[in-house]
């Protein structure tokens, strides 16, 4: 069964897993690291929401809501919403 809940720190890992597996499958630019998960993902002063979809304690997608600010590195424009969702490919 799945369950969804907050994201935290200790999920960081696991975050970055579901990211370089969309990197390996060739749907991701580049792999990530526990950093970059952290800084773009859970201390983030304009997240709205993480969401993290855990399966018996492994991390198999998640799911962040934040307000754009200027100068972002998604290039949206301040004051819209960035959401950004990420799905393991072995989740079956």
Not at 21 to 49: F, K, Q, S, W
Not at 64 to 91: E, F, L, M, Q
Request: charged residues 25%; hydrophobic residues 40%.
């Amino acid at each position: 069964m799945i369950e969804f809940r907050t994201a935290d720190p200790t999920d960081a890992e696991d975050m970055a897993e579901v990211q370089n597996a969309i990197y390996r499958a060739g749907l991701r630019a580049n792999p990530v690291d526990v950093a970059l998960i952290t800084e773009r993902y859970l201390d983030v002063e304009h997240t709205v929401a993480c969401t993290v979809a855990d399966r018996d304690g492994r991390i198999v997608g998640f799911q962040s809501v934040k307000r754009a600010w200027p100068g972002n590195p998604y290039d949206v424009p301040a004051g819209w919403g960035i959401i950004g969702t990420h799905i393991h490919g072995c989740v079956q």
